[in-house]
């Protein structure tokens, strides 16, 4: 089956330090999101990027898709940004299911 | 602003109860998911359904049963539970033919106890 490892498993900065979580995949994805889940447990998508780079705010997500991976740039990391950041794709064919990844545990110290 | 709500946020139950978790979404997608969180924090599909049509059944339990009576709605009902049934419970929604982003609730919390 489809497998989406990402890393690292967890992250440790100082607040205003950049952080680059990846993502890799072992199928041809057709839809890759980026989630945020906070301590609290709700998920949040943060970015849809199947392709190519997108960008929204402090986030900047590049997707090499003939390589099956897939980057989430954090610049000038806040305390705010503290949970788990997960990966997951679809493929073809899948009606859209997602596979997840086990996810990066970032925590922003002040 | 929330779009998919569920309820309830958290349930306690002991095992062998039948429990019922519900979820709405107000989108318009024609698309609703059921995933599971365990332990260990990773999320697999459980369901999906597609204009009430079940078109994923992922290797669950037989006493784990979707039900949807419109587009907007699909339940989830444990019979039985287990206490590796023990998780959250997320719903989500999506329009299928796009593959569009999909959206999640904020999850039921089960505890068996």
């Known amino acids: 089956g489809q497998q989406v490892q990402q890393s690292p498993a967890s992250l440790v900065l100082q607040e205003g330090e950049n952080a680059e979580l990846q993502c890799n995949f072992s199928?041809?994805?057709?839809?890759l999101q980026w989630f945020y889940q906070s301590p609290g447990g709700s998920l949040v998508s943060l970015l849809s990027?199947?392709?190519g780079t997108k960008h929204t705010g402090r986030l900047t997500s590049t997707t090499v898709t003939k390589e099956r991976r897939s980057s989430l740039h954090i610049s000038s990391s806040q305390t705010t940004d503290s949970g788990t950041y997960l990966c997951?794709?679809?493929?073809?064919?899948?009606?859209?299911?997602?596979?997840f990844g086990a996810g990066t545990r970032l925590a922003v110290c002040p | 602003e929330t779009a998919v709500f569920q309820t309830p946020n958290y349930h306690v139950t002991q095992v062998g109860n039948e429990v019922s978790f519900n979820c709405k979404q107000t989108?318009?997608?024609?698309?609703m998911y059921w995933y599971k969180q365990d332990s260990k924090k990773l999320l697999k599909i459980m369901f999906s359904?597609?204009?009430?049509?079940?078109?994923v059944n992922e290797t669950v339990p037989r006493r784990f049963s979707p039900q949807s009576s419109d587009k907007a709605h699909l339940n989830l009902r444990i019979k039985s539970v287990e206490p590796e049934d023990s998780a959250v419970y997320l719903c989500?929604?999506?329009?299928?033919?796009?593959?569009?982003?999909?959206?999640f609730g904020p999850g039921t919390r089960l505890l068996v106890l």
């Open positions: 989500a929604s999506s329009h299928r033919d796009r593959e569009d982003t999909q959206y």
């Open positions: 359904y597609n204009n009430k049509q079940l078109i």
């Open positions: 990027n199947p392709s």
């Open positions: 199928s041809t994805a057709t839809q």
């Open positions: 997951a794709i679809s493929v073809s064919g899948s009606f859209n299911k997602l596979t």
């Open positions: 989108l318009g997608h024609d698309t």
